[in-house]
């Protein structure tokens, strides 16, 4: 498992950016994402929260709950305090490969900027628990930068979609400040 904790400084300048320049960003597309009244969310790899405020009110206008996983325990102290006005999230902390989530126990999930930062070596296996943990039909919603030497090869993502069984309903490619180049992309589990 790839583990890390963010120093103290990390902590407040990506709270700071995530605040201020990146907020709007992250809001309208949050606001895109189709959500169904009553969904259960996976927020993958929540780090500092910029999403998961976004989708815990969103899902709260919809009964809806949201889970936001991930593996460092300062992200998620931080998270925990940001978000505790919000009854319908819950936290863990780990690795998704040996939480052992019980099987379609997601309708959707989100994973914002996470793949690219994890070793090309354990990518496979996480999307492979991706499909295990959504329910059929259940969503993926991807944003990953494919741009610089931080980003992602766009075969290799479809690669790791396809291969784990999901099916690309839509994407696009977007120039985000401060990311470059972004894939963003919406992926159905196959109902069989
Ligand atoms: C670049 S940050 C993105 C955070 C957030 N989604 C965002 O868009 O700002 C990547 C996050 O993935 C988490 N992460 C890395 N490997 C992970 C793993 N194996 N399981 C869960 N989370 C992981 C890191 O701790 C970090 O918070």
């Not at 597309?29 to 500092?48: E, F, H, M, P, R």
Request: aromatic content about 8%; glycine content about 10%.
């Amino acid at each position: 498992m790839s583990g890390y904790e963010p120093c103290l400084g990390e902590v407040v300048l990506t709270l700071l950016i995530g605040g201020t320049i990146a907020r709007p960003i992250y809001r309208r597309y949050i606001n895109t994402l189709d959500l169904a009244s009553g969904d259960c969310v996976l927020d993958y790899g929540s780090g500092s929260g910029v999403c998961s405020k976004f989708l815990a009110r969103r899902l709260q206008n919809i009964d809806g709950h949201l889970t936001c996983l991930d593996v460092s325990r300062r992200w998620q102290t931080v998270i925990q305090k940001m978000l505790n006005r919000y009854s319908n999230v819950d936290y863990l902390i780990g690795d998704i490969v040996v939480l052992a989530i019980p099987a379609s126990s997601f309708d959707a999930l989100l994973s914002h900027f996470v793949i690219h930062d994890i070793p090309a070596t354990e990518r496979m296996e996480i999307v492979r628990e991706w499909a295990r943990m959504l329910k059929p039909g259940g969503k993926v919603f991807l944003r990953e930068p494919v741009s610089g030497s931080e980003g992602i090869a766009l075969d290799e993502l479809g690669g790791l979609m396809r291969q784990n069984g999901f099916v690309e309903a839509a994407s696009c490619i977007v120039p985000l400040p401060l990311m470059g180049d972004t894939f963003e992309g919406t992926f159905l589990k196959a109902f069989n």
